[in-house]
């Protein structure tokens, strides 16, 4: 019985292994201090909640969702966060996306009748010209097949990765970890299709602003949510994402509080 639970105690780690880090913040009298960040797995940010429409949205926008399937429950559980999709907000309404069916270009109405969950980052230094190559390399990838290799790449991958992200490991042996996991367990075979993270990394790459210089093929909608401001990113990220707002929030072991915070400014 002792050795059991032993087990069952080391599985529990394993499985919800949380990276931390030491990164420099600001105290109240504004001077630089170093705090210890623990990886986020709620979409919500520490200061609360901001309710957004489709109005506040701007075109380039990264858009995380889950929903109440479950298939997104096992990716969620799989990855310990509070998202299972990522997809781009393309504007006018319209957002881009590859599911199952394959990329695909729809209504962003039409997305969050399946959702429960979604929330909208935004990369800063987005230009129009950035922003134009974005649409179009949907336009050019839309219809084409969804890349079922990958994913099944990913789940051992996912799993052994925890390994490399206990909270004792420092930051450094962590990404060598992880990069050495990822290019052993996910090898490219240069395959065009795309899955919903990998499409996500390739558009900003074909837009000429990339999100990490990682193969697109080693993240999962986490570790694109990890990239945003206060959080402890899965690999180097080459600027970090804004928070925007939620335009649906549920709660769930993940995100514990969707109460609105309404005097927050919606981010720029």
């Given at each position: ?48 909640m901001?309710k ?26 799989f ?30 109405d039409?997305?969050?009748k ?16 950035n ?28 799993l ?17 970890c ?90 720029a």
């Open positions: 019985m002792k050795w059991n639970k032993l087990a069952a105690l080391c599985a529990a780690v394993w499985l919800s292994a949380c990276a931390t880090e030491w990164q420099k913040g600001h105290a109240e009298d504004g001077r630089d201090v170093m705090r210890l960040q623990t990886v986020r797995n709620s979409t919500l940010p520490e200061s609360g901001i957004i429409g489709e109005q506040d949205l701007q075109a380039g926008d990264i858009l995380f969702s889950s929903e109440a399937s479950v298939q997104s429950l096992g990716i969620r559980l990855s310990n966060a509070a998202v299972s999709h990522v997809f781009l907000y393309l504007g006018d309404g319209e957002i881009a996306e590859a599911v199952g069916a394959g990329v695909r270009i729809r209504r962003l039409e997305a969050l399946e959702s429960n969950l979604t929330a909208a980052f935004r990369r800063p230094d987005l230009t129009e010209e922003i134009a190559a974005l649409r179009d390399f949907a336009r050019q990838q839309n219809g084409r097949r969804y890349n079922f290799l990958g994913i099944v790449k990913q789940v051992p991958y996912s052994a990765r925890n390994a490399c992200e206990l909270p004792v490991i420092p930051r450094r042996i962590r990404r060598f992880l990069n050495t996991m990822a290019a052993v367990m996910i090898p490219s075979f240069g395959n065009r299709r795309f899955f919903c993270s990998q499409f996500v990394i390739e558009a900003f790459n074909r837009a000429g602003k990339p999100l990490t210089s990682k193969s697109p093929e080693w993240l999962d909608p986490a570790d694109i949510l990890h990239m945003r401001e206060g959080d402890v990113a899965t690999f180097t990220p080459k600027a970090r994402l804004n928070y925007v707002g939620h335009l649906q929030c549920s709660t769930s072991i993940w995100n514990a509080d969707c109460h609105e915070n309404t005097a927050l400014p919606l981010s």
